[in-house]
């Protein structure tokens, strides 16, 4: 085989090599001939880091109001039929508003209870 | 298929929206992630990533239980996103938009280091690794190796899934996906050549 042929051959086998899926015979061969080969050890060496530079890119999510964004469109389109904005504030149940109105109707019961019992303080008829 | 997937899809299938919401909470930042790494730019795969789950939406009557619902997802984010990218390459074209890489917004968000303060090609190549210069790499190939790439590479999904997702045998995806790799690696070295 020519000095090209194994080069080819060498750099053709990068990526089964760095995840462990050659063959012991090929592995064994490619070894020997980056053990004796400069120009395919740093072409390895540079394969190997492009490689790790697309690993660590980092995650990104979605952005915050991706949810509510998708239930919009899906409303948009449907025509009203899903994800109906009655139950939802800007894409979420209106916990504030619903404890708001929870403190208020206690507030009336309370008034009224206090009305109509017959401990309350009740004014002297003249 | 899992059970509790399966239910899943079942709930999705008859419009559950709690059952959607909770396929956009498990599945959202994955594929926004996979969709941003193929067109580059938060705006456009913020737009891409909406209309993927509308099409779940949509089409999870044509869902197959033989498959996993995380590659189909998958694979309807990476035809959409390959979509997508012909479309602005189309429009770049026609001259409707800037020329240039479509990396755009990604790109901005870090400045490649100045040549001047690095020496040799290894030293280059290691300030290559960085996040903009990597992902303006990327953006430079074309749609299918990019898939393969940020499937394999960045999402670190395994061989069978990228199978399922693309639909190629799996030799093929090895194939390409090295093609595509060696591409990358010249791409940074000729960049700081």
Redesign the interface.
């Known amino acids: 085989m020519s000095a090209a042929d194994s080069h080819t051959r060498t750099v053709d086998a990068f990526s089964a090599y760095l995840e462990g899926e050659l063959p012991p015979e090929e592995k064994a061969s490619l070894e020997h001939h980056l053990a004796t080969c400069i120009q395919c050890r740093t072409s390895l060496e540079r394969f190997r880091r492009t490689l790790g530079g697309l690993g660590r890119l980092k995650r990104t999510a979605a952005p915050y109001s991706f949810l509510a964004d998708i239930q919009q469109q899906i409303n948009r389109r449907s025509r009203g039929r899903f994800f109906r904005r009655r139950w939802l504030l800007f894409g979420r149940i209106p916990f504030e508003w619903l404890s708001l109105a929870m403190i208020v109707a206690m507030l009336v019961y309370y008034i009224v209870v206090l009305q109509s019992s017959p401990t309350g303080v009740k004014p002297i008829p003249p | 298929m899992s059970l509790s997937e399966r239910l899943l899809v079942a709930r999705l299938v008859r419009?559950d929206?709690e059952a959607f919401?909770e396929v956009?909470?498990q599945y959202?930042?994955r594929?926004?992630?996979l969709v941003?790494?193929m067109v580059g730019s938060?705006a456009e795969a913020?737009d891409i990533?909406?209309e993927v789950?509308?099409t779940v939406?949509k089409s999870i009557d044509s869902f197959r239980s033989e498959a996993k619902l995380s590659t189909w997802l998958l694979r309807i984010a990476s035809n959409h996103a390959k979509n997508r990218i012909k479309y602005l390459a189309r429009r770049r074209e026609q001259g409707h938009e800037p020329s240039g890489s479509d990396s755009g917004d990604l790109a901005d968000e870090g400045k490649a280091p100045a040549q001047s303060h690095i020496h040799g090609p290894?030293v280059l190549?290691?300030a290559?690794?960085?996040?903009d210069i990597?992902?303006q790499a990327?953006a430079t190939l074309e749609e299918d190796q990019r898939l393969l790439?940020v499937l394999r590479?960045?999402e670190?999904l395994s061989y069978e899934e990228i199978v399922e997702i693309t639909g190629l045998p799996e030799g093929t995806v090895?194939s390409r996906?090295?093609r595509a790799?060696?591409t990358?690696?010249q791409l940074?070295?000729d960049k700081f050549k």
């Open positions: 419009r929206e919401n956009v909470r959202g930042d594929v926004f992630n941003l790494r938060r913020e990533a909406q789950f509308v939406f290894d190549l290691e290559a690794e960085t996040e990597m992902q990327i790439v590479d960045v670190e090895k996906l090295h790799r060696m990358l690696k940074l070295e």
